[in-house]
């Protein structure tokens, strides 16, 4: 009975940590202002941008 109860944890836990990735995929957080902000300065895009 108590592998029954840790397999529904951790299940509850994993499909919660990947449902929280798969919302963080689709909204942006509010820090950023553009979708540049974090890249390292070798990004080709960055230059592009401005």
């Known amino acids: 009975m108590w592998q029954e ?3 529904i944890i951790i299940g ?3 499909a ?3 449902g929280w990735k798969i919302y963080r995929l689709f909204v942006p957080s509010k820090k950023r202002r553009s979708a540049c902000d974090g890249c390292s300065q ?3 895009m960055k230059d ?3």
């Open 5 to 7: 109860v840790a397999i």
């Open 16 to 18: 919660g940590y990947a």
């Open 42 to 44: 070798g990004c080709p």
């Open 48 to 50: 592009v941008e401005k």
């Open 12 to 14: 509850t836990l994993v």
